[in-house]
């Protein structure tokens, strides 16, 4: 088995990896598309949205396996992000980079691998979108073009995440607003010139001429007082009764 050699970049495109603080986050409906279409286009059982990472291969999406990450040394797109071109392996026990690597000779047993480069404009290729058969086999033209596009499709998710991290980040950290408030994106706290969080409508009691009374709206009541909802859905039963 041929370890593929760390690319000239390396410092570089790890800290790029980092930047869109993504290694070890939860499936996402966006990327398991873009893998489930991955499959179904190229007809193999197994597609993986692969980010290589200091010394392992970690998977944000995955079709037809279980294995969450594998080894980098045993990483066929550890050899992929050398190139800004597809790596096509039509058959693997007949290529000396991958014939003795444990994913070919155990499971998932891969003989046929494609993988193609997720690319930053930087370039830096932080990973793979590939596809793997368990039978050698080629790629069609229009399958290659088809795969492209979502590997560029899959790096636009990213960009998109890294620019709300950073927009986030950017809000949570300002001193003085300047007509801007900054909120939590989860709880809607705000924060004030101090770096404290408080409820919105106390924040904007104390920095306008805004005052508030409070209620419950209808699906605060659904989720937390359903008791409530049962005796007025009752008594409106019993007016039309009678």
């Not at 499959?39 to 944000?60: E, G, Y």
């Not at 306008?208 to 605060?220: A, K, Y």
């Amino acid at each position: 088995m041929e370890r593929a050699r760390n690319p000239e970049n390396e410092a570089d495109r790890l800290r790029a990896l980092s930047e869109y603080k993504i290694l070890g986050t939860k499936p996402e409906e966006s990327y398991d598309d873009i893998t489930t279409i991955a499959s179904q286009t190229c007809n193999t059982p197994i597609a993986l949205l692969s980010l290589v990472d200091t010394d392992r291969q970690w998977f944000k999406s995955r079709v037809g396996i279980n294995a969450e990450e594998t080894p980098r040394d045993w990483s066929f797109c550890a050899h992929a992000i050398h190139s800004s071109e597809p790596l096509v392996v039509t058959d693997a026990l007949n290529d000396k980079r991958f014939a003795d690597n444990p994913l070919v000779r155990d499971d998932p047993k891969i003989r046929f691998y494609a993988g193609f480069p997720l690319q930053t404009d930087a370039d830096h290729r932080i990973g793979t979108l590939c596809v793997i058969d368990r039978q050698p086999r080629p790629l069609s033209e229009q399958q290659m073009i088809v795969m492209k596009a979502l590997a560029r499709q899959a790096v636009a998710f990213l960009e998109l995440r890294k620019r709300s991290i950073r927009l986030i980040e950017a809000f949570c950290s300002l001193d003085k607003a300047g007509g801007l408030i900054s909120t939590c994106a989860y709880c809607r706290m705000a924060k004030d010139s101090q770096g404290h969080w408080q409820h919105l409508d106390r924040y904007l009691s104390r920095h306008s001429n805004l005052n508030f009374s409070h209620g419950i709206c209808d699906s605060c009541i659904e989720e937390h007082f359903p008791e409530v909802l049962d005796a007025w859905q009752a008594e409106k039963a019993l007016s039309k009764a009678s």
